[in-house]
């Protein structure tokens, strides 16, 4: 009888347990397909890129923005014509800046050559939508919970030194070059292809245009750059991409349109979605060039890419940024999934003392004056917490203005 009821009892906590998994399978389930109807919205057109994203035309108006309640502001309303069958709708929202910056210049004597995205290869999105890469349940499946999908893991968010600051101590792998301005920036960034140890590692290399700190808890970022990321995009093409938080990562903000917040006004460019061509080791070498900066008049903050205006961040979404901003980076990060040392690349996985055509690089680095006006930046201070792993070398000419080379490795013979 004893042996009879433990069996019993086995075999209903065999149930139980196996009932309660199948409970959370479902559960997930349930919550995946939530997210993933919130997140593609119902396209004009599809495109189908031959590195195998879709990319979705999504009515401007539809776009994953106007979901966030701190958009209250920017309205829509709807237009009913003559015919009881047709409706029009209008939103109000800045299609452009109320100011363009003076002092922009590209002019060098070092060839290189522009980028573009490898869906346009297909077809182009047609007037009034935006492309928006499309989410598939697999991505979200290699997130760690449905939740934290297109978000910053903690471990892999950068604490950088404070220049101001000798005695402060930093944790993550993570240079720059950094100054503390008030605003914001320009730069020309090369297109590299590192190679990544695990798919949940990344490397990428961007701008920071923050403000708040850490310890309160009240960061605002800014961030846009080129980023290797397998486990957010299933492979390991290089991808433009932005984030912003105003929390310090805690619960507000994402990578790319994951999210409400940033407000896409462009047909051209996926936001997340793939570069080509990429630059070589001793071969070409390609380039994109990022513009950041506050409209003076709504206090949104604007992001070119190229010559293409594609939207802007909303000056409602943050606390500090709202005003304006107390520091600028440019540089590049590693994240490694791994204890120890990693053999994950930065920029093109070679030091920076290769100089161009073999290490990555950022050039043209500018910061807005008090007149809107780009100029090179003063007091540029140089962060590199492991430089036999990876290493920052900055310079300034004629041609390239101020510039940093940058990058590394990872594990070598002295870097164990």
């Not at 919130?38 to 195998?52: E, F, H, T, W, Y």
């Not at 957010?232 to 932005?242: C, H, P």
């Not at 939207?311 to 590693?334: D, I, N, R, T």
């Not at 940093?404 to 164990?416: D, S």
Request: one cysteine or more.
């Amino acid at each position: 009888m004893a042996a009879t009821r433990a069996c019993l009892i086995m075999a209903l906590a065999f149930l139980f347990l196996h009932g309660a998994a199948a409970g959370t399978a479902e559960e997930r389930r349930r919550q995946v397909q939530s997210l993933l109807r919130r997140l593609n919205k119902p396209p004009v057109a599809s495109i189908q890129s031959p590195d195998g994203d879709i990319i979705d035309c999504v009515h401007i108006s539809k776009q994953p923005a106007f979901d966030d309640p701190f958009l209250k502001n920017h309205t829509i309303q709807t237009y009913v014509s003559a015919s009881r069958y047709h409706s029009m709708v209008l939103v109000t929202f800045q299609m452009r800046p109320s100011y363009y910056l003076g002092g922009l210049s590209n002019k060098s004597n070092i060839t290189s050559h522009p980028i573009s995205q490898t869906w346009h290869q297909n077809g182009k999105c047609p007037e009034n939508t935006i492309p928006i890469r499309r989410t598939k349940e697999q991505d979200v499946l290699r997130s760690s919970s449905v939740s934290s999908y297109g978000k910053k893991s903690p471990k892999s968010i950068p604490k950088p030194i404070p220049i101001h600051d000798p005695e402060a101590t930093c944790c993550s792998i993570f240079m720059a070059g950094s100054v503390l301005w008030n605003k914001n920036d320009y730069q020309f960034v090369a297109s590299r292809h590192p190679v990544t140890e695990t798919t949940q590692d990344f490397s990428l290399a961007q701008l920071w245009i923050s403000a708040g700190s850490y310890s309160g808890n009240d960061l605002n970022t800014i961030e846009a750059g080129w980023q290797v990321y397998p486990a957010m995009y299933g492979d390991a093409s290089t991808r433009f991409f932005i984030y912003w938080t105003r929390d310090a990562y805690q619960t507000t903000g994402c990578y790319n349109l994951g999210c409400s917040g940033f407000i896409q006004t462009n047909n051209q460019i996926a936001i997340g979605g793939s570069i080509s061509p990429y630059s070589s080791y001793g071969g070409s070498q390609y380039e994109f060039d990022i513009l950041i900066w506050k409209d003076p008049q709504s206090g949104n903050w604007w992001l070119q890419f190229g010559s293409y205006l594609l939207g802007y961040w909303p000056s409602s979404l943050f606390s500090y940024l709202a005003e304006s901003a107390s520091s600028v980076m440019w540089g590049g990060e590693v994240f490694s999934s791994n204890t120890g040392q990693t053999s994950t690349q930065m920029g093109s996985g070679h030091f920076p003392g290769e100089w161009f055509g073999k290490a990555g690089y950022i050039r043209k680095i500018q910061v807005v004056d008090s007149s809107n006006n780009l100029q090179s930046p003063s007091g540029l201070g140089l962060i590199a917490q492991w430089p036999n792993c990876y290493n920052v070398q900055n310079g300034t000419d004629n041609n390239w203005g101020t510039y940093i080379f940058y990058g590394g490795p990872g594990r070598n013979a002295n870097c164990p």
